[in-house]
């Protein structure tokens, strides 16, 4: 099988799942697809939402002890925590990994899926995950972890795509180098300073105190309504988005 690799998911973390899933649902016009049941096990629960076919997952612990609740304390409730990637062999590529001295934290197979999660003490920022579905190289293909008919809840009214992912550390190049040799891309510059680019979305390196994703960028029909609607609903609002969740929700035309 030839070499590709996509974004697939991003998964961002919360004390709770509410009213964080009704917000991000109402101001962005988009629909839950599913809440994995098999999350359970890890102490947490979760939702998803497609936004084309890029998945946005919030998780929340609800019992003490686990590892995103201990991000959370890490982080003072900011962050994303986890960037999905499919790909044509997650087993190969932790191990490829595994050889820059990138542990492996998880190993999670429900077929047709199996996927393949680093440590992100050693991934830095956030969780890395590597997964394949047997038979679904079609982005609008099966995708166990989004549930069974997660196509059937995209919603283009309001959100059209979603686009760029920032992420922040004191040291932008050497963290944009270290994920692109990690994920197998290389690492590129553009006015902005260091990124990857995928297929299908962007990783953005920047300058800030700690490794931590920040931001998600995402394509809309009319940024002033869904500036409005982030206000109605409580959110701390600028020029280019507003804050929920612990990032940034980054607006374009």
């Known amino acids: 099988m030839a070499e590709y690799m996509r974004l697939r998911q991003i998964c961002l973390v919360a004390p709770h799942l509410e009213p964080v899933i009704s917000d991000i649902a109402g101001i962005m016009g988009l629909s839950v697809c599913y809440r994995d ?25 609800t019992q003490g002890g686990t590892a995103a609740g201990r991000f959370l304390d890490k982080t003072g409730n900011r962050g994303g925590y986890m960037a999905i990637f499919c790909c044509e062999d997650p087993d190969a590529r932790g191990a490829r990994a595994n050889a820059m001295g990138v542990r492996t934290a998880n190993v999670i197979t429900h077929a047709p899926y199996h996927g393949v999660q680093l440590h992100p003490r050693d991934c830095r920022a956030a969780f890395i995950e590597f997964n394949h579905t047997d038979g679904s190289d079609d982005v609008l293909g099966t995708y166990p972890p989004a549930g069974p008919d997660w196509q059937k809840h995209i919603r283009k009214d309001t959100t059209l795509a979603f686009t760029e992912v920032q992420m922040q550390s004191p040291d932008p190049q050497g963290l944009a180098e270290h994920w692109g040799k990690i994920v197998g891309v290389a690492a590129t510059k553009d006015a902005d300073g260091p990124l990857l680019k995928l297929p299908n979305a962007t990783f953005r390196f920047v300058k800030g105190p700690m490794d931590l ?4 960028t995402f394509r809309v029909n009319d940024a002033a309504k869904v500036r409005d609607a982030a206000k109605a609903r409580g959110c701390k609002v600028e020029a280019d988005g507003f804050d929920l969740c612990g990032v940034r929700f980054k607006l374009a035309a």
Request: net charge negative; no cysteine; hydrophobic share 50%.
């Open 37 to 61: 049941g098999n999350v359970a096990k890890y102490g947490l629960e979760n939702a998803l939402l497609p936004v084309d076919t890029i998945l946005l997952e919030v998780v929340a612990p």
């Open 213 to 216: 994703m920040t931001g998600l």
